[in-house]
Every structure is written in structure tokens, then in C-alpha cells.
């Protein structure tokens, strides 16, 4: 039988916390991976990339993985019952219930994070406690089922260790090598550890209206 794998496909998502561990675990061994939408119709990511689903949330089977994405869009999934409920049931039967980025709150909406340890994009850590997980610092966190991995990037990293803890750590490092998944970024700015103040200066305002967006719509998710 086929490893059940399922994305959540919603507008305005970040199409590379889809597409990165996408790209990975379609390479799993034996895997069938679908692309969940409430219809068939296209979706724009929040970069303005489309995106086509091959299932409905009507015509999904059980899932082996589940998989949300985050992006501009989740405030708005956050209050969509339909989707939420989608999620919640999958995770039911599912495996492995995991997130990449700001998707983590929409596991955290359907009620999955409660006393788990998690990460999510580095400007958003601080309202994990709101949907009842304890944030670690760490690229990819894992505890028990549930795999969290960090801001859009980091969907690399946590398609890598899901398919190692699925497949086995020689596989997914056939599958890194085949991928050539070896980073070597130009710049030492990929955190707020390492990011220059000036860098700092520019993005913090930015997030911190999105972090207020996103702290709204959870407090009328979890009834706050």
C-alpha cells in the first residue's frame, strides 16, 4: 500500500513551505502525495504563484502525514471551520501530523499542539504558548507525532527528517544527494542570531504588524 501524504493547499500560502518538503518527500519510496484543496480550482500563493490541487477535502482519503504549510493566508485559515476541521479529522488516523512556518497555528487551532514542544518562523515563536505548545529553538522539532519545522527554508530540513525517521537516515541522505542539498548561503543573516542590526531594523516593524494580525486571529480561534 501507498504512504499516504497530504498537503493543505489554501490562498495565500508560502508556496515554498509546500513545495520544499514537497519536492522531498515525493522522492519517499513508495509514497502517493496529494495536494488538499476545499475544490480542484487553482491557488495563489502569497508570492503570487498558482498552485493545482489534485483532491478536495471531500474526496481525501486517510492520511499517513498531514502537512500544513504556512504564509499570508493562515489568519484567514484560522477562522475557517472547514479547514480546520479537515485537519483536525485527518490527524485523527494520521501517523505523523506535521507543519511548515506559520502552519504550526492552524495544528494549534485544531486543538494538536496542546503541550507539545514546536517551532515556527522565527518572528512568530512567541505566540505558540496562545495555542497551548512551548516553542524550541531548533530548525525541525519533533514531539511525539507531531513535526513542526521552522520559517519557509526550514521545510527542507523538515522534509529531510520526516523522511528519515519514515524511510531511514541512508535514504534521506540519497535523497538530500540527489536534491544537491548542501547550502552555502552568501550571507550569515538566515536568523536574528546572526542578522546584522541594520537588517534587524528594517524587518522588525514589518513583522510585528503580521505578529498582531496573526495574535487577533488566534485569540478568535481558540475562543480568547
Excluded at 1 to 10: D, K, P, R, S
Excluded at 78 to 101: G, H, K, N, P
Excluded at 108 to 122: D, N
Excluded at 192 to 216: K, W
Amino acid at each position: 500500500m501507498a504512504f499516504e501524504i497530504g498537503f493543505v493547499l489554501f490562498p495565500r500560502l508560502t508556496q515554498l513551505d509546500l513545495t520544499g518538503p514537497f519536492e522531498i518527500l515525493s522522492r519517499l519510496p513508495g509514497a502517493k502525495v496529494s495536494i488538499v484543496a476545499k475544490t480542484l480550482d487553482p491557488v495563489l500563493g502569497d508570492s503570487g504563484l498558482g498552485l493545482v490541487p489534485n483532491q478536495t477535502f471531500a474526496s481525501c482519503g486517510p492520511l499517513d502525514l498531514i502537512c500544513v504549510p504556512g504564509g499570508m493566508g493562515v489568519p484567514a485559515v484560522l477562522q475557517d471551520a472547514e479547514t480546520i476541521d479537515f485537519v483536525r479529522r485527518q490527524a485523527e488516523a494520521a501517523t505523523y501530523v506535521t507543519s511548515v512556518c506559520t502552519g504550526a497555528f492552524v495544528l494549534g487551532a485544531a486543538g494538536l499542539l496542546k503541550a507539545k514542544r514546536a517551532t515556527t518562523h522565527w518572528a512568530y515563536t512567541d505566540l505558540l504558548p496562545l495555542v497551548g505548545a512551548t516553542h524550541e529553538k531548533a530548525r525541525v522539532v519533533r514531539d511525539g507525532n507531531v513535526f513542526t519545522g521552522g520559517g519557509v527554508t526550514a521545510g527542507i530540513d523538515f522534509g529531510l527528517t520526516v523522511l528519515a525517521e519514515v524511510a531511514g537516515a541512508e535514504v534521506a541522505q540519497r535523497i538530500q544527494l540527489a536534491v544537491e542539498y548542501d547550502p552555502a548561503p552568501p550571507f550569515q543573516s538566515g536568523n536574528p542570531g546572526s542578522a546584522s542590526a541594520e537588517v534587524l531594523d528594517v524587518l522588525t516593524p514589518i513583522y510585528a504588524r503580521r505578529v498582531e494580525e496573526y495574535r487577533a486571529a488566534i485569540g478568535q480561534a481558540m475562543g480568547a
